[in-house]
């Protein structure tokens, strides 16, 4: 139980690993303190010589106060990528003078940077399905994938109920037939976009995108889908599309609705206790031990002047 995470810290050459157990979930909003508070924030953490391992790291901050670099990712809060390019504008005006990214391929992009073999040892497990899974999956309520299939310069959205982006992916091109004799969609808004399993598969330009970062997945693709660009990462639907030369401006979050979402982030208020739970778990389990950062309860100090503005 928890929302893990690592925050990494580079000064003067030397780069430290400081773990989170419980706000992984919150980095977006504490990224919001502006990079002095943020960095005094993270340094109030458990240090440590390894970076978690997948699936349980939720996500990773990188900020490089050498040469000024804030670089992260996370899973809960930028999954709409209008959403995501509109916080990254709030955040430079907070960090001026960095620059900031968002990592797309998660710890791909964090090996890559500190030069470091961090995926190759993680443990890779895929999940399969048949062909007759989708070829005989029936509609009901929930949408286990969305494809955008393009094929003669004509973009439709495929609705899929039974299987996720990785395994229609694992099926190989193949699957582009069956897709083809499936119902097609309009392309629909990304604030009604339920699901994060979305593929993109370009038939006119063999490109093939799996908004999921799953390690491993891009190499056990190659040989299933020879002559295809091949790209795994948390792109966004609206990014997606983007990538295909689509005009998205009718797609997109309106602006109310991004300011909304801004402004929760911002207010956010950080209630939670982690002894309170345990306090829960224990009246059903007194027998029951606890890892010792599960009672990690760090939070960032709010100055008199933002405690008055959230409670009002």
């Known amino acids: 139980m928890g929302q893990r995470g690592n925050y990494i810290i580079k000064s003067r050459g030397k780069v430290d690993i400081f773990y989170t157990h419980w706000r992984a979930n919150l980095i977006v909003n504490d990224l919001l303190l502006g ?44 999954f709409e990528f209008t959403l995501r390019e509109k916080y990254l504008n709030k955040l430079k005006k907070i960090w001026k003078e960095w620059k900031i990214e968002f990592l797309e391929k998660e710890m791909y992009d964090i090996e890559n940077i500190l030069k470091i073999d961090y995926t190759s040892i993680q443990k890779k497990s895929f999940t399969k399905i048949k062909i007759e899974e989708i ?66 598969i370009d038939c006119d330009n063999n490109l ?9 997945l891009k190499d056990e693709l190659i040989d299933l889908w020879t002559g295809w660009q091949i790209e795994v990462g948390n792109f966004g639907y609206i990014n997606l599309l983007k990538k295909i030369g689509h ?44 890892y010792p950062n599960f009672f990690e309860n760090i939070k960032p100090k709010k100055t008199i002047w933002e405690r008055i503005r959230i409670k009002f």
């Open 35 to 78: 990079p002095s508070k943020y960095i005094d924030f993270v340094k109030q953490f458990d240090k440590t010589d390894e970076l978690i391992n997948e699936p349980w790291i939720e996500g990773c901050v990188l900020v490089n106060m050498d040469s000024k670099r804030l670089l992260f990712w996370e899973i809960d809060q930028l």
């Open 135 to 200: 070829i005989n999956n029936t509609v009901h309520d929930y949408v286990s994938c969305l494809v955008i299939f393009k094929r003669q310069n004509k973009i439709d959205l495929k609705k899929i109920y039974t299987g996720s982006d990785e395994q229609l992916s694992l099926l190989g091109k193949q699957i582009i037939s069956v897709l083809e004799n499936k119902p097609s969609s309009k392309l629909i808004k990304e604030s009604d976009i339920e699901v994060s399993n979305i593929i993109l």
């Open 208 to 216: 093939l995108f799996i908004n999921q970062n799953i390690t491993g």
């Open 247 to 290: 005009d998205t401006t009718s797609l997109q979050m309106n602006e109310n609705e991004i300011l909304e979402r801004i402004k929760d982030i911002s207010n956010y208020k950080d209630d939670f206790d982690p002894l309170k739970v345990a306090k829960r778990i224990t009246e059903t389990d007194e027998d029951i031990k606890f």
